[in-house]
């Protein structure tokens, strides 16, 4: 019994310092990210077509164009939400909206968010990897942020050429300083005149 209680003041203990972390947005985007790296998404898909959209957002004709695009997507597949009653009870009742129209629902569930983070300002937030043979869609937690992992990253920068010039730099004064530590060695240390 009194392992039993020291166990599970131990296992208490290890996890006490783990925090998940939320971010504003995220758990919005995870349904978009999510749609747009399925395998289920068509090219043209209109989800991809509007983030597209809000990256030219500066220019004037773009934010006619997403208004116009907007307007098309519901038109053509009848986009909207119905009331579903989940539960009753004397003065509580649960309701949960229910896209209903031609659009596949975890489409227009991704549809959903996606204006969602745009009505918070969130929008710019879901990107591609910059990897370019990565592809992958991502929700940047930080503004600054381009990468999707800390692998793709890496690899970037990597093969860039500002990189390897640097490298190639540092193992040249790397493989000098050890050249010098080495004959210093060699040589051994210094002896003092009146001591034998």
Request: net charge positive; with cysteine; hydrophobic share 40%.
């Amino acid at each position: 019994m009194l392992f039993m209680r020291r166990a599970n003041k131990t296992s208490q203990k290890a996890h006490s310092h783990v925090h998940a972390r939320n971010y504003f947005g995220e758990f919005d985007a995870a349904v978009v990210v999510d749609w747009l790296n399925s395998k289920r998404k068509l090219p043209g898909d209109p989800i991809e077509k509007l983030v597209e959209l809000n990256v030219q957002l500066p220019i004037r004709a773009t934010e006619h164009e997403i208004g116009a695009f907007l307007g098309r997507l519901v038109r053509r597949s009848k986009f909207a939400v119905a009331p579903v009653l989940e539960s009753a009870a004397p003065g509580l009742w649960r309701i949960d909206w229910k896209l209903v129209g031609k659009m596949d629902s975890e489409q227009g569930l991704a549809l959903r968010k996606l204006l969602h983070l745009a009505e918070m300002g969130l929008i710019g937030r879901v990107r591609k990897c910059a990897k370019e043979a990565c592809g992958r869609w991502f929700y940047a937690k930080f503004e600054h942020q381009r990468f999707h992992s800390k692998r793709c990253q890496q690899e970037t920068f990597k093969t860039s050429p500002a990189w390897k010039k640097q490298r190639a730099e540092y193992m040249k004064r790397l493989r000098q300083e050890k050249k010098l530590r080495e004959r210093k060695w060699l040589r051994g240390p210094k002896r003092k005149a009146g001591r034998r």
